[in-house]
């Protein structure tokens, strides 16, 4: 299995230029979330879904919008990419809040 | 909702010593609390979990501890070794609840 899949691995952007970063996941999860982790910080969450069709906002939702049209999908959008938007983005996914969460390996996101 | 709060932020020992890294959550309704280790360009793995019926859960080298009363629960490391140095976040959550995580905690273990 391949768990959960990110693409892109690394991407490079200009201000203001839009991205949509995908999250797979192939264990019929039912909740899925984005992350975004700066240096040295945290996992901040950005927004979460708790099945196919629906999302929610987390912690830090300003600038980016994600749609699960598909179960096994989660995209996370930028509209208009800003320098401050410059992280490590990581999607989980797991079977619901009180269980176990699995991590993809991180989309690695610049923008000058 | 539920606020995780996570000590220390860093933590420095000597290879093969004890480290005791904690946490106390906020939501007495929480029941489910996971430990991610996360090394440096990684991704975060969970290494332990204990649900709120258990008091205390070992795996080798690793312990999770809960206090339910007090609202706090720790990660004990024992006979630490330098593959151990990374970045371990607490986490809790119930039911269908979102997981909030702790604001991590660096462990460096020096030879």
């Known amino acids: 299995n391949a768990g959960v899949t990110q693409t892109p691995k690394f991407r490079v952007l200009k201000t203001g230029q839009s991205m949509t970063l995908l999250c797979a996941q192939d264990?019929?999860?039912?909740?899925m979330y984005w992350y975004r982790q700066d240096p040295g910080m945290g996992l901040r969450l950005i927004h979460y879904?708790?099945?196919?069709?629906?999302?929610a906002k987390g912690e830090v939702p300003d600038g980016y919008n994600v749609s699960r049209l598909k179960k096994q999908n989660f995209l996370l959008g930028l509209e208009s990419a800003a320098p401050s938007q410059t992280s490590v983005y990581f999607c989980?996914?797991?079977?619901?809040?009180?269980?176990?969460?699995?991590f993809g390996d991180g989309t690695r996101l610049s923008i000058l | 909702g539920e606020n995780v709060e996570q000590h220390p932020s860093t933590l420095s020992v000597q290879e093969g010593d004890s480290a005791v890294i904690k946490c106390t959550y906020s939501d007495s309704a929480s029941n489910y609390f996971p430990w991610y280790k996360q090394e440096l360009g990684k991704r975060p793995q969970l290494i332990i979990d204990?649900?709120?019926?258990?008091g205390e859960k070992k795996d080798q080298r690793i312990a999770v501890t809960l206090n339910k009363t007090a609202k706090h629960f720790s990660l004990h490391i024992t006979e630490t070794q330098p593959e151990d140095s990374a970045v371990y976040f607490c986490?809790?959550?119930?039911?269908?609840?979102?997981?909030?995580f702790g604001t991590g905690t660096r462990l460096l273990v020096s030879p």
């Open positions: 986490a809790a959550s119930h039911g269908f609840q979102k997981l909030v």
């Open positions: 989980a996914s797991g079977w619901q809040g009180d269980q176990p969460q699995h």
């Open positions: 204990i649900r709120s019926n258990v």
């Open positions: 879904s708790v099945g196919e069709g629906t999302t």
């Open positions: 264990m019929n999860h039912e909740y």
